[in-house]
C-alpha cells in the first residue's frame, strides 16, 4: 500500500505544470535597475524576521498541505518509473537553472546598488568641490576680496598645457588659493604651504617651474620692504627659451601683487646666477602687467581667464577682442571670453574715473549662468588691468548674475581663478 501511495505522488508531480520563468536575467535586471538607483538601501534586518516567520509558517501548514496531496494521489494512476526520472531530472535541472538565473540576477542587483551608492557619493563629493567656488552670494571665476587680516590671497602662476602662439610662445595664469595666515606668516610661507598640494593637472595646466626643486624663503636686503629669495641650487636651470620665457612669466603670475622685485640665489650666492639663458646679479623687477584682454581656457574642470598678449589702448578695443578668439597655433585651445549672447553697446567713465559703466545691450541674454558669469567677470578684470576700481553694467534687467547685481557698482577683482583648498 505505502509503494502505491509513493508511485501516485510520483504520477502526481510529474503531471504538475512545470514552473520555469522564461526571462532573461539580463531583462529582469534592466526592468528593476531604475527603481533600485533612486530607492534607499534597506536594511537586512525586517527581512530577516520575515524570513523566520514564512519558515514557522511553513512547518505549520506543511503537514495539511502532505495529507491534501496524498489524498488526492488515492484518484490517480501510475506511469512508468523511468518517465518518472526523466521529468524529475527535468524538473531538477529548471530548478537548478532557475536558481542560477536568480543568483545572477541577485549578483547584477548588489553590484548595481554599489555602484549606484559609489555614483551617488562621487557626485556628492564633485558637488562639494563645486561648491568651493561659490561665495555666500553666489558662483564666482575670480577672488573678488579676501580678509587680509586672516588670510593670504595666494596666486600661483601656472603654464596651460594647450595654449600656444609662434611668435609669444605658451601662456601663463595665476590660479588663486585663499589660505589661513598663521601667527608670524609671510605670504612665501603661505605659498610654500599649497604650491605642492594643488592638482595642477585637473585644470589643464603644468606643473609651476618653483616646484623643481626651488626653495623659496623671504628676505630684506634692504630695499623699502622684503623680497622673495628662489635658491635655484638644485634646480634644472637648463631651460630652453620657451621654458625660459613662460617662467618669468609665473614669476610675475605668483608674486607681484605682494612684492616689486625677487632675487635668485645658487649655492648662497647671489651674483652671476644663470637660469636658462640669463644671468642675474641682483634683485629683478617683475614684468608690468596691465591693459590685457581676457580669454577662456577649459581644458580642465574648470573654465580659467587667462590675460592675452597684446596690449590695448582702451577698455573697448579689450572688450571687443575678447569677442572672438586669440591669434594662436591651430592645436590651442584658448576661446572668446564673451559670447554672441551677451553684446556691450557702449562704455562711459564716472565723473572720478575710477568707475567704467559698461551699458549691455538689449539684446543680450543675461541668464544666471556659468557662461554670462564667466563673460562679465572677464570684463571686470579688464577693468582691474586699466586701473579701475569698480564696474556697473547697465542693462535693462534687473538682478543678480553670479556675485554680480545689475546696474550697481561692484568692485573689481583682487585675482582670477579661485580654486579650492582645505588644510
Not at 340 to 346: A, I, K, L, S
Request: hydrophobic share 35%; no cysteine.
Amino acid at each position: 500500500m505505502r509503494h502505491n501511495d509513493e508511485e501516485q505522488m510520483e504520477k502526481l508531480l510529474r503531471q504538475m505544470p512545470k514552473i520555469k520563468d522564461d526571462r532573461d536575467p539580463k531583462q529582469i535586471y534592466r526592468d528593476i535597475q531604475p527603481k533600485l538607483a533612486h530607492s534607499p538601501r534597506r536594511s537586512k534586518i525586517v527581512p530577516a524576521f520575515a524570513l523566520v516567520a514564512a519558515l514557522v509558517l511553513f512547518a505549520l501548514v506543511a503537514p495539511m498541505f502532505v495529507n491534501n496531496i496524498q489524498f488526492d494521489m488515492s484518484l490517480s494512476g501510475s506511469d512508468s518509473g523511468s518517465e518518472e526520472s526523466m521529468d524529475i531530472a527535468t524538473m531538477n535541472s529548471d530548478e537548478n537553472s532557475d536558481d542560477s538565473a536568480a543568483d545572477t540576477s541577485r549578483e547584477a542587483i548588489e553590484e548595481e546598488e554599489e555602484t549606484s551608492l559609489k555614483a551617488e557619493g562621487d557626485e556628492e563629493s564633485n558637488d562639494f568641490a563645486a561648491a568651493e567656488f561659490s561665495t555666500a552670494e553666489g558662483k564666482s571665476f575670480v577672488t573678488p576680496s579676501y580678509n587680509q587680516e586672516i588670510e593670504y590671497a595666494v596666486t600661483i602662476g601656472v603654464s596651460l598645457v594647450e595654449a600656444d602662439n609662434f611668435e609669444h610662445g605658451g601662456s601663463t595664469t595665476p590660479l588663486t588659493v585663499i589660505v589661513p595666515r598663521g601667527e608670524n606668516e609671510t605670504y612665501v610661507d603661505a605659498l610654500n604651504k599649497v604650491r605642492g598640494e594643488v592638482a595642477y593637472e585637473d585644470y589643464g595646466v603644468m606643473v609651476p617651474t618653483i616646484n623643481d626643486n626651488v626653495k623659496i624663503s623671504e628676505g630684506d636686503i634692504g630695499l623699502d620692504r622684503p623680497m622673495p629669495i628662489l635658491d635655484v641650487t638644485d634646480m634644472a636651470k637648463g631651460l630652453s627659451t620657451y621654458q625660459d620665457n613662460l617662467f618669468s612669466k609665473e614669476l610675475s603670475d605668483t608674486f607681484s601683487n605682494q612684492y616689486t622685485h625677487f632675487l635668485f640665489s645658487d649655492n648662497g650666492s647671489t651674483k652671476g646666477v644663470q637660469v636658462g639663458n640669463d644671468v642675474y646679479d641682483g634683485p629683478v623687477e617683475y614684468q608690468t602687467k596691465n591693459k590685457r584682454a581676457y580669454f577662456k581656457y577649459h581644458t580642465g574642470s574648470l573654465p580659467l581667464l587667462v590675460p592675452g598678449y597684446e596690449r590695448f589702448n582702451s577698455i573697448g578695443n579689450a572688450l571687443k577682442a575678447m569677442t572672438s578668439a586669440p591669434e594662436q597655433a591651430d592645436y590651442s585651445k584658448l576661446e572668446p571670453s564673451i559670447p554672441d549672447t551677451v553684446q556691450v553697446e557702449g562704455l562711459g567713465l564716472e565723473s572720478d574715473g575710477t568707475v567704467v559703466r559698461i551699458k549691455l545691450a538689449d539684446g543680450s541674454v543675461l541668464e544666471n549662468n556659468d557662461e554670462t558669469i564667466f563673460a562679465l567677470e572677464a570684463m571686470m578684470m579688464v577693468a582691474k588691468e586699466f586701473g579701475l576700481r569698480g564696474v556697473v553694467f547697465e542693462t535693462s534687467q534687473t538682478g543678480t548674475i553670479g556675485t554680480i547685481t545689475l546696474n550697481e557698482e561692484v568692485s573689481v577683482p583682487y585675482s582670477p581663478n579661485p580654486i579650492p583648498y582645505s588644510e
